[in-house]
């Protein structure tokens, strides 16, 4: 199994988790032309995709949703909570998942989790495959539940959000109200959460971390990877992070 970032950020997020060839999409906060260009530089065919699973309604994760899985005719996969919001009840490629529903694509198992974020239903996602590898990806909340911090318990690789750095939050360029909702339980988490989580889930066999949905304006990159090297025991410099226009390097989870 294998993943990469198709980008991430407050301006669009998808990550491309492959296996046996096969693809699956969490996320597609891209325009469905950005989204053929991003596969394109990750040498992937979008007709070797087989689903797309929705974080929640946000733009920045559900924008080219429904025009991909048109032009695919695949299914996306969603909360009810995320459909409703978005119009897509009775949207014939739509499947309805709720809280710890795994999904079964193309050897993979895709189970969604619950997370405290300000959306309609907004869900995670844990999956793995047939052989037992376990990727993590988490973004989008404001607070760390013990429902969440079980749910990533023997990862193998972590996609995890660190947003904001605090400070640079309440000195930064937004309104009072917003920063109020970006810090706040259900809002996104800080560098610091971001390590905790970290902390929380580490064991042995994790062996990939990277942390993405870094803001542009409200963090640092520098930071991130400061906060981040501790809890990694690794240099600065050797702590990954997603970057939003661009595509990452691919990931590979194997038996280590
Ligand atoms: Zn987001
Ligand atoms: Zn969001």
Not at 151 to 177: F, I, K, T, W
């Amino acid at each position: 199994m294998r993943y990469i970032s198709l980008g991430s950020g407050s301006r669009g997020n998808a990550t491309l988790v492959e296996y046996k060839g096969q693809h699956i999409l969490v996320d597609c906060g891209f325009s469905r032309k950005v989204f053929v260009q991003r596969m394109m530089a990750a040498n992937v065919d979008p007709v070797s995709l087989r689903a797309v699973f929705v974080t929640h309604e946000h733009g920045d994760h559900a924008k080219g949703v429904v025009k991909v899985c048109e032009s695919l005719d695949i299914p996306f996969y969603t909360s009810f909570g995320t459909a409703k919001r978005m119009g897509w009840l009775h949207h014939p490629l739509w499947q309805c998942i709720s809280a710890d529903q795994v999904t079964h694509v193309s050897g993979l198992n895709i189970r969604a989790v619950v997370v405290p974020h300000d959306a309609h239903e907004p869900l995670q996602f844990v999956i793995h495959n047939d052989v037992g590898h376990k990727l993590g990806i988490l973004s989008d909340l404001g607070s760390l539940t013990p429902y969440v911090i079980d749910a990533y318990q023997g990862c193998h690789a972590l996609q995890v959000e660190a947003n904001h750095d605090p400070d640079m939050l309440r000195n930064g360029p937004y309104p009072p109200s917003l920063v109020t909702r970006v810090a706040g339980d259900f809002g996104h988490l800080s560098n610091g959460q971001c390590a905790d989580f970290i902390q929380r889930v580490r064991w042995p066999g994790l062996r990939l971390v990277t942390a993405g949905h870094i803001s542009e304006k409200n963090n640092d990159r520098n930071l991130v990877s400061q906060v981040l090297a501790k809890v990694l025991e690794c240099e600065p410099h050797q702590v990954d992070m997603l970057v939003q226009d661009e595509i990452s390097p691919w990931y590979q989870i194997t038996d280590f």
